[in-house]
């Protein structure tokens, strides 16, 4: 089945155009790795996704459904507010930077969104917070605040509180970017324990080493297009375009 399938998508600002007609399909269980110079589109694809971003023209489709948009007769519609939200509470996302309240708890953060969006008991939220903590190696920091958190203790939390809504797709946009590179290893990690626990995941990422072992598909993106994608092997260390072989001859 297809979790995500992006057809024949574009997306303009102000006249620029940075996406180009992407077509491209994530199926269910899959991680598919976005791979490209920055200001090739990949971020922009990724908000797209769960319509932090709009589309200016174009279908994505998760599960099979549209997101921020409704069919009506022949044409499309932004949905209600209300609507979007709902999706969206159903796609985890991680940024670069954490996004974590400063003001509470690691405990705290990941319990918050269960709490307050899916009405969870507070009794069972916590234990279920508790758990995912443990789960990405912080069971020892659910009373710290971020502040007392190295980056990648925080990037855990935010993985974490992005797992509490039971999400059915994750999405990752260059989620080591911000960390030195001694903690980029502890989140990456995690990352390819939910791969083996067969999560849906979109990565945007310049960790060529984890595409390569964790991707099931990779994607290089450049200029707005989806230039090639397939096998991670393949594209990484046999690439067939002279773009995609001139990018990754400066990263590898």
Known sequence: MSEVQFLNVHKDFSGMEVL?????TVEAGQ??????????GKS????????????SSGTILVGGRMIGYEVHGDRLIE?????????????????QSFNLFGHM???????MGPVKLLKVPKAQA???ARELLAKVG????????PAQLSGGQQQRVAIARALSMKPELMLFDEPTSALDPELVGEVLDVMKALARDGMTM???????????????????????????AGDPNEIITRPQHERTKAFLSKVL
Do not use: W
């Open 126 to 128: 916590e234990a279920e």
């Open 31 to 40: 991680v598919a790795c976005l791979i490209g110079p920055s200001g090739s």
């Open 202 to 228: 979109i990565v945007v990422t310049h960790e060529m080493g984890f595409a390569r072992e964790v991707a099931d598909v990779v994607a290089f993106m450049d200029g707005g297009v989806i230039v090639e």
């Open 20 to 24: 180009k007609g992407i077509n491209f």
């Open 138 to 145: 912080l069971a020892d920091r659910t009373g710290h605040y």
């Open 105 to 111: 708890t690691a405990l705290e953060n990941v319990m």
């Open 44 to 55: 922009t694809l990724l908000r797209c996704v769960n319509h932090l971003e709009t589309t």
């Open 79 to 95: 949905a209600h507010q209300k609507d979007i939200n709902k999706r969206r509470s159903r796609i985890g996302m991680v940024f």
